[in-house]
């Protein structure tokens, strides 16, 4: 278990959450505790909030130290200006296309950091259901001379334009529970999007109950099959900041019950508070500090120290055959499945005993894609 306390993790923390709230550090750091902490800010895909956070409360540093976090938040805003850029010009052939589409993730929660250009982005992820689908992938071949690369996973088509990936959702989130899929599918077609506004563009998104939902949801499902970074962590608690005296909290804790999540969300949301510092007022039900709760904030926190973003840090990736990864990780997510089998039992036992072999047979039969 990492001591939290000890530098360069106390430091790291200490940094992040005097940005995401905007509160007063004073702190000086030496060249070999700056390289520490830049390897756990790129680790957890934070270089551009802990640099503002450096700026912010002039930290003093070496100068190298300072070239190189100048270097990397310019390059950090420079991206999420591309991105937005990408993402306005994507919601302009919606518009003129007559195509219902809803924008998740990404530049949607990013909007509402301290300052939106420091949060590292990612790809543009975006759902169009069954009767915009193909109006939407014909618009984007007319307009930007794209196509989906080859076959889709389970939930979606990829596509790249301008170097920035964008991933077309005909599946917004898939369960290994039937009964869990159903559910979420009941959930997300009876509600309508909400706009959130990006670069003076009015951008469809989830409404600010199930945008929540969904966020966790996602970072849970990574946490249990590979490993998840706090960036995904914060998200989570910027949703809950900003939309605190809008979201139906009844409606939210319904949901978690109906779909069997509910212990995993409250592990959640006490590492929002104890680890990434979010005040207590934001959290949607009283937090327990025993021993059991403390014990499951730090095996979530096991994993994320362990793995960092989407667990990329913590395995061997590079395999010459996809197989052999298929094999590996399947290992992986069998022994964070037992971990974290009573956080979501539901979802767990079928992902064992529906999933892994029905992945296992496309393994088998040579069809490889998206399976993991």
């Not at 270097?71 to 302009?92: D, M, Q, T």
């Amino acid at each position: 278990m990492i001591d939290m306390q000890s530098p360069p993790y106390s430091l790291f923390l200490s940094l992040l959450k005097s940005e995401l709230w905007q509160t007063p550090l004073e702190l000086s750091l030496t060249h070999t505790e700056f390289l520490s902490v830049y390897e756990l800010a790129s680790k957890q895909t934070m270089l551009g909030v802990i640099a503002d956070s450096l700026i912010r409360n002039n930290v003093h540093l070496e100068r190298e130290d300072v070239l190189k976090l100048l270097a990397i938040r310019s390059r950090i805003a420079a991206s999420n200006k591309a991105v937005n850029k990408e993402l306005v010009s994507l919601c302009g052939i919606f518009d003129d296309n007559g195509i219902n589409a809803i924008v998740v993730k990404g530049q949607t929660i990013g909007r509402y950091y301290p300052n939106p250009l420091a949060r590292t982005p990612g790809d543009i992820d975006f759902y169009c259901d069954k009767d915009n689908l193909l109006k939407v992938m014909s618009a984007l071949e007319r307009t930007w001379g794209v196509h989906t690369e080859g076959k889709p996973t389970e939930q979606h088509y990829d596509l790249v334009h301008n170097s920035i990936i964008l991933e077309l959702h005909h599946c917004l989130m898939r369960f290994a529970s039937v009964k869990s899929q159903k559910i979420w599918n009941e959930i997300f077609q009876s509600l309508t999007p909400t706009y959130v506004e990006v670069d003076g563009c009015s951008v469809p998104t989830l409404e600010p109950t199930l945008n929540v939902l969904y966020t966790f949801l996602h970072l849970y499902h990574h946490l249990i099959e590979l490993g998840v970074g706090l960036r995904q962590f914060s998200d989570v608690a910027i949703l809950l900041k900003t939309h605190h005296d809008v979201i139906d909290k009844k409606q939210l804790y319904d949901w978690l019950d109906a779909l069997d999540f509910r212990k995993a969300f409250e592990a959640v949301q006490l590492i929002l508070v104890k680890v990434l510092g979010m005040d207590e007022k934001y959290v949607l039900s009283p937090l327990s500090f025993d021993r059991e709760s403390l014990q499951a904030m730090n095996q979530f926190m096991d994993v994320v120290w362990f793995g960092g973003n989407f667990g990329f840090h913590g395995h061997n990736r590079s395999f010459r055959f996809k197989a052999q990864y298929f094999l590996v990780t399947t290992y992986r997510k069998l022994q964070l499945y037992y971990r974290f089998y009573r956080f979501s039992p539901r979802e767990i036992k079928a992902s064992v005993f529906s999933s892994i072999p029905r992945k296992a047979l496309l393994a088998l039969k040579g069809d490889l894609n998206g399976i993991t």
